[in-house]
């Protein structure tokens, strides 16, 4: 039996909350509707971090921020983790990369065969958080609402060129898959930025949202007091003393976020047009690394166990799975080994220490027991969060903070924590137990706050002398391109060309 392709699309910071069953009716994502309409639908799925970095490696390999080291932006990705790209790669696929991945380290493969973009951030630790330090800001790189009142429209952006060409550079991928020169199944990740802030968008797009009845969050900003403590250290994270944000401001951050998610869409329709125009069939995942609060209790970006900032969108069209909807919470770690068990390769060598679950069973009407987790412990943390997801109750923990527990049910936007009443003393103390089955709270600390310290050593001892970055330089072969005069002209047009000439 022939192993399929794999086209994986991955996006950034986009609320799950607008995908409760494709994306919401009022989004203009014609592209994405027609792929949800073939697509094993998941409502609840949720990152294993609510940051780049982090929530992607942990994507890729199946395993949480607590196993992979990867616990912040400056955190290195060890070469030793197996990835999805390692796991098809060694079973015999092509395995490529177009955009963004948030590498940190010096390898800027981890399994991929072939990478065609550089990446939109630094791979260096430079982005490294403190725990020595709690409420240092580091202004020239940490997140500030300067990309809430900085919102509006322009034609190029440094965002804009980057995803340009992340789909050109994919969709020319997909022309060359098609020439069939390697026999070889493939799998490409198309990785772009969008719609990550600074929520600037194209007029084109910003202008099909005009009289959009969602330009305000359903849950207004509150008083900072009325936050819980880690919602108030993101706030001083984000700088918002130094911000006054207006309702104007709001509605044109928001409207500049739903417009990128149609430059997306657009971004996606090349590149499936090319699949289709050269007759090819491949699985396809549409996927975020984290959320975006879209300004849901003041609250903006990422960095929280809140659903706007935690669900992200998972769509999974393949043959082995039915389309529809399922409501059972899965999160970002389950598609490592579900693209493995789609594609037949074992990854039977490292399950023992893989937590992820496939989520083929899912799509094929089975049942899942197990919790969704979920970490923290980057900036806007002085000591990690941890999360469970479990039928309609989410339950947060940190060292530093009360317990939170949710009925998601009753209580979707999470206003309400209902840690301390009596009625559910039975669910808190069951979270407790599988939390610390789970978690020792204390080691993790400890792991992190020595990865920092470390990570600022190297980091201040690489910056002296001389200096060799590890950003992935794209390498493009001009001699193996077009003609030249080592190749048969003749060969080489036929060979190029799709459909071959008679």
């Known amino acids: ?17 607008l995908f409760d069953d494709g994306p919401a009716e009022w989004l203009h994502a014609p592209n994405l509707k027609a792929l949800a309409a073939r697509a094993t639908r998941f409502k609840n799925a949720y990152t294993a971090s609510p940051l780049c970095a982090p929530g992607r490696a942990a994507f890729m390999s199946g395993q949480l921020p607590s196993a992979t080291g990867v616990y912040d932006n400056a955190a290195e990705f060890a070469s030793s983790i197996p990835t999805y790209a390692h796991h098809l790669r060694r079973a015999g696929y092509q395995t490529c990369l ?117 330009l305000l969050p359903d849950v207004p900003a509150m008083a900072y007091e009325a936050h819980d403590a880690h919602s108030q250290r993101i706030f001083d994270a984000n700088d918002w003393r130094a911000y006054d944000i207006t309702e104007e401001h709001i509605r044109r951050a928001r409207r500049a976020y739903f417009a990128n998610i149609s430059y997306l ?28 609060m879209l300004g849901e209790r003041g609250l903006w970006f990422k960095m ?32 490592c080994p579900t693209l493995c068990e789609l594609a037949g390769v074992s990854m039977e060598e490292v399950m023992p220490w893989t937590t992820g679950e496939s989520l083929v069973k899912l799509g094929q009407g089975g049942v899942r027991k197990s919790p969704v987790a979920m970490e923290y412990a980057a900036e806007a943390s002085y000591s990690p969060l941890v999360c469970l997801r ?36 039975g669910v808190l103390e069951q ?19 020595q990865s920092q310290a470390r990570r600022w050593v190297v980091y201040e001892a690489l910056r002296q002398g001389g200096y060799f970055p590890w950003d992935y330089q794209p390498l ?17 047009e036929e060979n190029q060309r799709f459909p071959r000439g008679t």
Not at 312 to 317: E, K, Q, R, T
Not at 320 to 331: H, N, R
């Open 390 to 425: 479990q039928g309609k109750w989410k339950y947060t923990n940190c060292a530093l903070d009360p317990e939170q527990l949710f009925d998601l049910e009753t209580d979707p936007k999470e206003l309400r924590n209902v840690a301390e009443d009596a009625s559910n003393t």
């Open 98 to 214: 177009s955009g963004k991945m948030h590498f940190v380290g010096p390898d800027q493969l981890h399994g991929f065969e072939e990478r065609l973009t550089t990446d939109i951030y630094p791979p260096d630790f430079g982005w490294t958080p403190d725990y020595r330090k709690p409420g240092e800001r580091i202004d020239w790189w940490y997140h500030n609402m300067g990309s809430v009142t900085g919102a509006g429209v322009a034609e190029i952006t440094n965002q804009l060129e980057y995803d340009d060409e992340v789909a050109y550079h994919a969709t020319r991928k997909i022309y060359d898959y098609g020439r069939g020169l390697d026999a070889r199944p493939w799998c490409l990740t198309a990785s772009f930025t969008h719609p990550h802030d600074p929520y600037v968008a194209r007029r084109k797009y910003w202008d099909l949202y005009e009289d959009c009845a969602h």
């Open 1 to 17: 039996m022939s192993k399929p392709n794999i086209l994986i699309i991955m996006v950034d910071q986009l609320n799950g909350t």
């Open 304 to 335: 929280s166990f809140y659903e706007g900032s935690a669900r992200v969108p998972l769509m999974i069209a393949a043959p082995q799975m039915a389309p529809g909807l399922v409501e059972t919470p899965v999160s970002t770690i389950d598609l």
């Open 431 to 449: 979270f407790r137990l599988m939390a610390a089955e789970r978690w020792d709270l204390e080691q993790f600390d400890a792991q992190v706050r």
């Open 265 to 292: 869409d657009d971004k996606i329709g090349e590149i499936l047009a090319a699949l289709e125009a050269t007759r090819q069939e491949a699985m396809i995942v549409f996927v975020s690394d984290h959320g975006d």
């Open 476 to 492: 493009q072969k001009a001699s193996e391109r077009y003609m030249r005069n080592h190749m048969d002209l003749n060969v080489l």
